[in-house]
């Protein structure tokens, strides 16, 4: 059935946890069988292009994960991976997700960019404390990210990490060396909130939560999708992390119009300040 109408919400104390603690575990959005066909989808695709780019080019591990382990690591990724299978354009677009995101960011919802991720067994790199935000920052902060979990994530699988209420610092000075993170010293994985999931399960924070996750110890894969969105009238302040697709609309729609027949990702906003943009 196509319609716009609201099907499904977030309870009123869910909302509310979000608005304390900048994250939110949603248990059962996809069900466990969904998320067993999304997981096959995601490991066919990452064989795919690793025969394309050898498991080295596919490699997302930041630099600085090596302030965390001196162990083997490896980040196995693709962005925007709607474009490689349609299981992942139905994903973002379900109405199960988009529907409770609304209840968060308002009852338009635009696409940033996905990012698929795969842990390796044994040797999953990790990702150190940071906020998304110095990698795209905007206006209004609406921007946030839903993790899909297509496998169990246990603390041993490298789990997200959160530190809850953290969004409420407002944007914190990063090191741009090795991935835009935070100083390890002053904010040890340790010290954040695990956040285990099952399949099926969407982890939700701001882009201003501080976050990260573990090595995966464990001897299975840890398979995600994480959608990164906005509330299309929250407009980005730096001409930066520009994608193919980056604009289309998940929910509602854009109030302001901001797509000519022929452009790419830019905003209409950005366009028009494009002289005093900084552009990186
Ligand atoms: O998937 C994870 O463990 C964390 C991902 C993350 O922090 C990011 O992509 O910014």
Redesign the pocket.
């Known amino acids: 059935m196509l319609s716009g109408q609201k099907q499904y919400a977030l309870t009123p104390e869910q909302v509310e946890f979000y608005r304390e603690n900048g994250y939110l575990l949603v248990k059962s959005v996809f069900t466990r069988e969904e998320a067993q066909y999304l997981r096959e989808e995601a490991h066919a695709l990452i064989h795919r292009l690793a025969e394309v780019y050898s498991e080295n080019g596919i490699n997302a591990m930041w630099g600085s994960a090596r302030e965390i382990t001196d162990l083997p690591a490896q980040l196995l990724h693709c962005h925007n991976a709607q474009y490689h299978s349609a299981a992942f354009a139905r994903l973002m677009l379900d109405p199960r997700l988009t529907d409770r995101i609304a209840d968060l960011i308002g009852e338009n919802i635009q696409l940033h960019h996905t990012?698929l991720?795969i842990?390796p067994p044994e040797k999953g790199a990790?990702?150190p404390m940071?906020q998304?935000y110095p990698?795209f920052p905007h206006e209004k902060h609406t921007m946030l990210?839903a993790?899909v979990h297509f496998d169990d994530a246990p603390i041993e699988k490298?789990?997200?990490c959160v530190v809850p209420g953290s969004h409420k610092l407002g944007p914190l000075e990063h090191n741009p060396e090795g991935g835009w993170h935070l100083p390890v010293d002053q904010y040890p994985l340790e010290s954040a909130v695990p956040v285990p999931a099952e399949a099926g399960d969407v982890v939700i924070f701001s882009y201003l939560t501080i976050?990260?996750?573990g090595v995966n110890t464990s001897k299975e894969a840890?398979t995600?999708l994480?959608i990164q969105m906005r509330d299309p009238t929250d407009h980005p302040t730096v001409l930066t992390h520009l994608s193919r697709g980056q604009g289309i609309m998940l929910r509602g729609i854009d109030p302001e119009a901001d797509a000519g027949p022929s452009t790419d990702s830019i905003s209409r906003y950005v366009r028009s300040r494009q002289s005093e943009a900084v552009i990186r």
């Open positions: 990012k991720f842990k990790p990702f940071h998304d990698y990210a993790i490298g789990c997200v976050h990260g996750s840890r995600t994480l």
